[in-house]
């Protein structure tokens, strides 16, 4: 099969959801025998070839600005790629994962080369076909770039509804779940969740509801702890843990959180920031809960159910319910009432056991493992690979 270069904006130590599955993809393909490597955005910092992180190969190009609005470092990035691909001909499939919007003018020029170009579609309303096809003034050139992928992966049914709803069919766009790994997320016996719990500094046995995330606006945490004062009228000994950024006092929506939870004389609540070992806050904590507002997916959820998981989430259109399809681990709120919300977390709690919680998560690996969802992949690959 032809070598891949995936191509992600943002790549470690710089996380996101985005570039985190890209890693965890690429490596996945690597163990199964795919030659991948990458392409980042690299900001102000200079121009690094065949970097290595965590066992795969990345190059990362200099754009010159840490601004992660600005077009003009998006056109710089294009154009290095462009460079970096025409000495590149033994990479013959070039996978995106996420992209601004002038990438896209890098297709044309990309099958011109004679290689195969993939877009990997990733959030709603911001990397789909419908959001660049409303874009006022470069619309028509990003529909003409979009126009030259060979295939666009939608990761949810509402990201491929709005490929259909901009044109494209289902000879160009495939649905394919983001996976989680299996290696790091399983459900931890009592042993190793006390010692999880020991070394994260977790109440040892409160009952630890867990959120993940960054601390913004779209993330919904403004629901959730309104969601968790019922909670812990109910359990007064829960705790609460959210993982993720930007829990920083220049961030007014987290100062607003911390206000409301002092307000309301909410305890137990844990910001732990940025986290690289999610996997150990999952398997040392009891319940989960999500609360977004906007998503491409939502890994975290699968996540979290692996791990065993009860997990409580309000409805995002064309996005849970392809996740949440298992009422013995998984349950959804459809009112985006936080009350209501509450009332179906403890619920679930009250009625989820131990053998049930364990053949749920049995049906969930084999849907979402990331080893089988590689294994689509390269079978979209290696039909790439085929065509002339």
Same mark, same amino acid.
């Given at each position: 099969m032809n070598k891949i270069l995936m191509v992600s904006m943002f790549f470690p130590p710089t996380f996101g959801g985005a570039s985190v599955q890209s890693l965890r993809l690429a490596k996945e393909l690597i163990k199964q025998g795919c030659q991948v490597e990458f392409v980042s955005d690299n900001a102000t910092q200079a121009t690094i070839y065949n970097d290595q992180y965590d066992g795969v190969v990345v190059t990362r190009l200099k754009t010159y600005s840490e601004n992660l609005h600005s077009k003009l470092r998006e056109l710089i990035f294009s154009l290095k790629l462009i460079k970096f691909l025409?000495?590149?001909?033994?990479?013959?499939?070039?996978?995106?994962?996420?992209? +601004?919007?002038?990438?896209?003018?890098?297709?044309?020029?990309? +099958?011109?080369?004679?290689?195969?170009?993939?877009?990997?579609?990733?959030?709603?309303?911001? $990397?789909d076909p419908m959001a660049f096809k409303s874009r006022k003034l470069l619309a028509p050139l990003f529909m003409w770039g979009l126009r030259s992928a060979n295939h666009m992966i939608a990761i949810s049914d509402e990201l491929q509804q709005r490929a259909y709803q901009a044109g494209f069919n289902d000879q160009v766009v495939k649905k394919i779940f983001n996976g989680f790994d299996e290696e790091n997320f399983f459900i931890a016996d009592a042993t190793l969740k006390n010692s999880l +719990?020991?070394?994260?500094?977790?109440?040892?046995?409160?009952?630890?509801?867990?959120?993940?995330?960054?601390?913004?606006?779209?993330?919904?945490?403004?629901?959730?702890?309104?969601?968790?004062? $019922?909670?812990?009228?109910?359990?007064? $000994?829960?705790?609460?843990?959210?993982v993720g950024p930007d829990n920083v006092e220049t961030n007014n929506y987290y100062t607003n959180l911390l206000a409301f939870i002092n307000e309301?004389?909410?305890?137990?609540?844990?910001?732990?920031? =940025?986290?690289?070992?999610?996997?150990?806050?999952?398997?040392?904590? $009891?319940?989960?809960?999500?609360?977004? =507002?906007?998503?491409g997916f939502g890994t975290v959820m699968i996540e979290a159910m692996a791990c065993g998981l009860p997990t409580t989430a309000m409805n995002i259109q064309g996005v849970t319910e392809d996740i949440i399809t298992d009422q013995r681990i998984g349950t959804i709120n459809y009112s985006h009432n936080p009350a209501e919300f509450a009332q179906q977390a403890l619920s679930l709690i009250t009625k989820a056991s131990e053998n049930e919680v364990s053949s749920a998560v049995k049906a969930l690996c084999e849907k979402f493992s990331i080893s089988n969802i590689a294994k689509s992949y390269i079978h979209l690959y290696r039909q790439l690979s085929n065509e002339k």
């Amino acid at each position: 099969m032809n070598k891949i270069l995936m191509v992600s904006m943002f790549f470690p130590p710089t996380f996101g959801g985005a570039s985190v599955q890209s890693l965890r993809l690429a490596k996945e393909l690597i163990k199964q025998g795919c030659q991948v490597e990458f392409v980042s955005d690299n900001a102000t910092q200079a121009t690094i070839y065949n970097d290595q992180y965590d066992g795969v190969v990345v190059t990362r190009l200099k754009t010159y600005s840490e601004n992660l609005h600005s077009k003009l470092r998006e056109l710089i990035f294009s154009l290095k790629l462009i460079k970096f691909l025409l000495f590149r001909p033994d990479l013959k499939i070039v996978h995106f994962h996420a992209i +601004r919007g002038l990438e896209l003018l890098t297709f044309p020029i990309i +099958r011109l080369m004679g290689k195969k170009v993939i877009l990997k579609l990733t959030l709603v309303g911001v $990397d789909d076909p419908m959001a660049f096809k409303s874009r006022k003034l470069l619309a028509p050139l990003f529909m003409w770039g979009l126009r030259s992928a060979n295939h666009m992966i939608a990761i949810s049914d509402e990201l491929q509804q709005r490929a259909y709803q901009a044109g494209f069919n289902d000879q160009v766009v495939k649905k394919i779940f983001n996976g989680f790994d299996e290696e790091n997320f399983f459900i931890a016996d009592a042993t190793l969740k006390n010692s999880l +719990r020991k070394k994260l500094n977790i109440p040892e046995t409160a009952p630890v509801f867990l959120s993940v995330g960054k601390v913004e606006h779209r993330k919904g945490y403004d629901l959730l702890l309104q969601a968790f004062v $019922d909670i812990q009228k109910a359990k007064p $000994d829960a705790a609460l843990v959210i993982v993720g950024p930007d829990n920083v006092e220049t961030n007014n929506y987290y100062t607003n959180l911390l206000a409301f939870i002092n307000e309301h004389q909410l305890r137990n609540i844990f910001f732990v920031g =940025r986290q690289y070992n999610v996997h150990e806050y999952t398997k040392a904590s $009891d319940y989960f809960l999500f609360c977004s =507002r906007q998503e491409g997916f939502g890994t975290v959820m699968i996540e979290a159910m692996a791990c065993g998981l009860p997990t409580t989430a309000m409805n995002i259109q064309g996005v849970t319910e392809d996740i949440i399809t298992d009422q013995r681990i998984g349950t959804i709120n459809y009112s985006h009432n936080p009350a209501e919300f509450a009332q179906q977390a403890l619920s679930l709690i009250t009625k989820a056991s131990e053998n049930e919680v364990s053949s749920a998560v049995k049906a969930l690996c084999e849907k979402f493992s990331i080893s089988n969802i590689a294994k689509s992949y390269i079978h979209l690959y290696r039909q790439l690979s085929n065509e002339k």
